[in-house]
């Protein structure tokens, strides 16, 4: 593993802030913020003074007029999420607003494995039929050209509420909200859908037309849900992210809403529920039914009544021990494939009887294990080839793909993660060995080492209870808001004892006699010895036990120093 210690703040910088712990002002540094504004914005987020105004999006105004116009004519609105935790949240939201004041709303997921990501013609055949007025999209639509056009000849107007980047052409929708499009002035791009779909709310309950009784306390009861979909999304917990992340895990350990209870309960999550808690345990529950059946079953827990969340949240967590079960058997047939080590710099997989749902999960597996990009592939139920990848931060998959976009029917995503379709299931061994040959000429060899980046290096004595303190104030962590590695440097080892029932991890205790964990190190640590001098990665958290609490480091990486 390669270690990279982020660069060095000067003593210049120290002297604008001397009020600041230096390793504090380090950690500020690292995640951009170099003015008092913004550290202050950062370490104390306020929700009454740090969220954007709604209506600086140029077509909000135009957006909300036509919902209450919509409301008061007794028009049939529907709202179009999308299948994973991000759209279905956003989805609940929205309807539970749309619901309370006054409109007649009804929602539509599509089928990930039938109908695909957005929009689609045969679904907007259906809301004709249905005598559908309105079309609100969350997590979707930016890119659907052809499907709004068909809902235009179908007399049925669009808002389109998304967050993805801006395509070459634009839908001809009645409103577009979209932080990326180039016309926007909003000065935050990275909300999550359901960051946007929230501003949608905002503004619905700020405008004269709102009659709703008690507006705030209902806007911030949301919060819950937009955290939950912010983290799922793995959006930058900066800026205004940051504010209703913070406040909505606030909002999320003491929900009312009783489907999200008893998935906490079903998970096993007893103790507080924080970011890391959303991204492996509650987000991938709620996933689940759209990668293995459909996204309804999770919409409808997160709108039910008690009796029937009980029944759908056992019934969602027995689907995902089935999804977990069916990951490791497919991964392990996958390794087996792979042999000792692969040759290639990206690994393309087909696996046939794989479900499109579970290709992005099997690709985060092998990007995580191998660290390389990696593509895997299946053919659905239509017969077509289906393919989702992940991607290392020094390679872009989105671009490096965009280049052979003749060979897709659609075709999507970003940087690190990126699906397509191809057009031609016969071209799969020719598109194989072009994508191959591309990432060869891109990636370095060195780029193929996973990379651990390291904040700061500290002294043992400033490793105490006031810089954990001071930590805190950092959370949420996620992305661009990574929980911090620190380095101690030439460091005596006073002592090795293995601990654990089955005798994996080891406890180190270091020359001041402080201990730290090495979980998972039996194999890390067969060469190191009492009296060697080390320099060790380690984060900084608390261990509770008998009712006690005390530091605790533990280890992410460790050499012997030379």
């Keep these: 593993m390669r270690w990279q210690i982020l660069t060095k703040i000067t003593e210049d910088f120290k002297s604008k802030f001397p009020e600041i712990n230096p390793i504090i002002l380090q950690l500020l540094a690292n995640r951009g913020l170099k003015t008092q504004e913004e550290i202050d914005e950062f370490l104390m987020p306020d929700y009454s003074q740090d969220l954007n105004d709604p209506f600086i999006f140029q077509e909000m105004e135009k957006a909300v007029g036509r919902i209450y116009k919509a409301i008061r004519e007794k028009e049939k609105i529907l709202i179009y999420g999308d299948y994973d935790t991000d759209g279905v949240v956003s989805t609940v939201i929205l309807y539970q607003t749309f619901k309370k004041i006054g409109a007649e709303v009804e929602t539509y997921l599509p089928d990930r494995e039938k109908e695909g990501y957005g929009l689609n013609k045969e679904a907007i055949g259906s809301f004709k039929e249905k005598g559908i007025n309105l079309i609100i999209t969350c997590d979707c639509g930016i890119s659907n050209v052809e499907e709004i056009e068909e809902a235009k000849k179908a007399g049925i107007e669009t808002i389109i509420t998304d967050h993805h980047r801006e395509p070459k052409i634009l839908p001809d929708a009645f409103v577009i909200i979209d932080p990326w499009l180039k016309r926007e002035k909003y000065p935050f791009k990275e909300l999550a859908g359901v960051g946007v779909a929230f501003k949608l709310i905002q503004s619905l309950l700020q405008h004269p037309n709102s009659q709703l009784d008690e507006k705030e306390a209902f806007e911030k009861w949301l919060l819950d849900l937009v955290a939950l979909g912010t983290i799922a999304d793995s959006m930058p917990l900066l800026k205004e992210n940051r504010v209703l992340c913070k406040y909505g895990l ?30 492996y345990q509650l987000s991938p529950r709620l996933n689940v039914s759209g990668r ?32 977990q079960k069916l990951i490791e058997e497919i991964f392990n047939e996958i390794k087996s494939e792979i ?32 660290h390389r990009p990696a593509l895997v592939l299946t053919k659905n139920s239509n017969g077509k080839i289906k393919a989702s990848g992940r991607s290392i ?7 490096s793909l965009s280049s052979l976009v003749d060979y897709f029917e659609d075709f999507g995503g970003h940087a690190q993660a990126a699906g397509f379709t191809l057009k031609n299931p016969d071209d799969f061994e020719k598109f194989k060995k072009e994508i ?8 370095k060899d060195e780029d193929l080492i996973p990379q651990l980046e390291i904040e700061t290096e500290v002294d043992l004595p400033a490793v105490n209870w006031d810089l954990y303190e001071e930590l805190l104030k950092f959370e949420p962590f996620g992305k661009d808001n990574p929980k911090p590695y620190f380095l101690l440097s030439n460091i005596y080892l006073r002592n090795i004892e293995i601990v654990g029932q089955n005798q994996n991890h080891r406890r180190l205790t ?21 009296g060697d001098q080390i320099n060790v990665v380690f984060e900084l958290g608390v261990n509770e036990w008998n009712g006690e609490r005390s530091l605790e480091m533990k280890v992410v990486d460790l050499r012997k120093h030379l």
């Design 339 to 370: 042999g000792e080590g692969p040759k290639e710099k990206i690994l393309v997989i087909f696996k046939e009887k794989a479900l499109v749902g579970l290709l992005g999960l099997l690709a985060n597996k092998l990007l995580d294990v191998y």
């Design 436 to 443: 191959e040959k591309i990432v060869s000429q891109k990636i």
């Design 510 to 530: 270091l020359e001041d006699g402080r201990k730290m964990i090495y979980f998972n190190s039996e194999k890390k640590v067969e060469d190191l010895k009492i």
């Design 250 to 279: 606030i909002v999320l350990n003491k929900t009312k809403n009783p489907g999200l209870k008893f998935l906490i309960e079903k998970a096993g999550l007893r103790s507080e529920i924080d970011a890391e808690k959303i991204s």
């Design 393 to 399: 931060e020094e390679f872009d998959l989105f671009s």
């Design 292 to 323: 293995m059946d459909h996204a309804n079953q999770s919409l409808k827990l997160l709108l039910a009544e008690k009796q029937e969340a009980l029944k759908l949240a056992s019934e969602i967590n027995n689907l995902n021990v089935k999804r």
